[in-house]
Each structure stands twice: as C-alpha cells, then as structure tokens.
C-alpha cells in the first residue's frame, strides 16, 4: 500500500500564475481533505471532498478550488497566486463511513510564490 | 466553533526522562482528539487518538496521552525520551457524532531531546 502521494514535490510559481497539485488517496479511502500548513504554523483546512463534491469549507478564498475523480484522487487549484500562499500544501484522506478514523496525510507539496 | 492551544512553542528534555506536550481544546460537543508528529520536510504521522472510553490512550513508538474532559485537556506524554523523538508534534479535534471530518491544529510544538 503506497499510502497518500502528492505531485509535484516542489513548486515555484511567480504571482499571478495558476498552480495545479494532485493527490491519491490511501487504497480504500474516498474522502480528500487539503490543507495549508504555513511556515511555522500548523495546518489549516481548505476543504474536503467526497464522492466528487466538495463538502466542507475552511476560511479560503474563491481562488482556491479543487475536484475529486472517480478514482477518488482529487486536485487543488490555486489562481492568481499571491505571495502569501507560499506554503506547503498537505492531502489527507479517510474513509468516509468511519468519521472517527483518523486521516493520513500525504508528505506534501511545497509551494514558493516569488 | 473548534481550537486547539499548545502553550509551549518548544520542550526540551535529556534522553531517558518523561517527556509531556500540552494541548487543550475547545470544542462544542464531544471532541475527537489526535496528535500527530511532523518530521523536517514530511507529511504528518498519526500517533494516537481519543475517540471515547479509557482516558489513557497508548499510541505509536511508545508514545501515550490522558484526556481530561474537566481540564479539556489532551497532554501527550513518553515515560523515556529517545533522541529520535525530536520533532514537531501537533494535536487536533474534530467534533464528534458527525459526518464532518475537518481538523483543527493547534501551532504545534517542537520537541528536542538532548543525548
């Protein structure tokens, strides 16, 4: 089981541009979650997404979008980067019909804006 | 609404001595308590979990935590430090009894155990 991957590792984008960042999920989970985690802080929720539809909402702009597959692996969307979204970027999945599992993250993808 | 607080921005403790991180929450209804540990450029490892029952959990790699519904606290404890132990831990609550599976981090704290 190759657990959550994330692509790319790395990213650097200069503002304005657009980014996209995928994510499979762990095999038999169907629930996406992504996060933001800043330098120096801890991760905060962009949202989450289950059977194709996003279905919770963290405090982020509309800039922010995601999709999620059939196979269940899911992008994130960033438009109009700002400097300020320079952080590394986690996936986290579950399966959704044991809400009080824990989730497992993927390593990351780490975004510079310059 | 959810929060977590980690007072401490870093522990330090000697290798072979107890070691504690503290979190606190604040949650509207039962809470769902995780830690999990980040180490320098990876994803996060979970360690452990309070769903409901024992108030003593046992995790991963000898770690434990005591959930105190009085003190809503969830303090992360190791009865013996290993230097391997050194990094960044966070703890998390999500609200139980729903669909929803958003966590809620606190700052995380950096754990240094010296040899």
């Known amino acids: 089981d190759a657990g959550v991957t994330q692509s790319p590792t790395h990213l650097i984008k200069t503002r304005g541009q657009q980014v996209t960042l995928r994510c499979s999920p762990k095999?038999?989970?169907?629930?996406v979650s992504w996060y933001q985690q800043a330098l120096g802080q801890g991760p905060q929720f962009i949202f989450q997404y289950y059977e194709e539809e996003e279905r919770q909402r963290g405090n982020f702009p509309d800039r922010f979008s995601g999709h999620q597959f059939p196979n269940y692996s899911s992008e994130l969307n960033v438009n109009a980067l700002l400097l300020g979204d320079s952080a590394l970027y986690l996936c986290?999945?579950?399966?959704?019909?044991?809400?009080?599992?824990?989730?497992?993250f993927g390593p990351g993808t780490r975004l510079t804006v310059l | 609404a959810q929060s977590v607080a980690q007072p401490e921005d870093q522990v330090n403790v000697a290798e072979g001595n107890p070691l504690t991180v503290k979190c606190t929450y604040s949650?509207?209804?039962?809470?769902?308590l995780f830690w999990y540990v980040q180490y320098p450029n990876r994803g996060l490892q979970f360690l452990l979990k309070y769903i409901t029952g024992d108030n003593l959990v046992k995790g991963s790699y000898g770690f434990e935590a005591e959930f105190n519904k009085s003190q809503t606290s969830f303090h992360l404890k190791k009865p013996s430090a290993l230097v391997s132990d050194s990094a960044l831990y966070f703890c998390?609550?999500?609200?139980?009894?729903?669909?929803?599976?958003?966590?809620?981090f606190g700052t995380g704290t950096r754990l240094l155990v010296s040899p």
């Open positions: 986290a999945s579950s399966p959704y019909a044991s809400s009080y599992n824990e989730q497992f």
């Open positions: 095999s038999g989970h169907d629930t």
């Open positions: 998390a609550v999500r609200l139980a009894d729903t669909g929803f599976q958003k966590l809620v």
């Open positions: 949650v509207s209804g039962n809470p769902y």
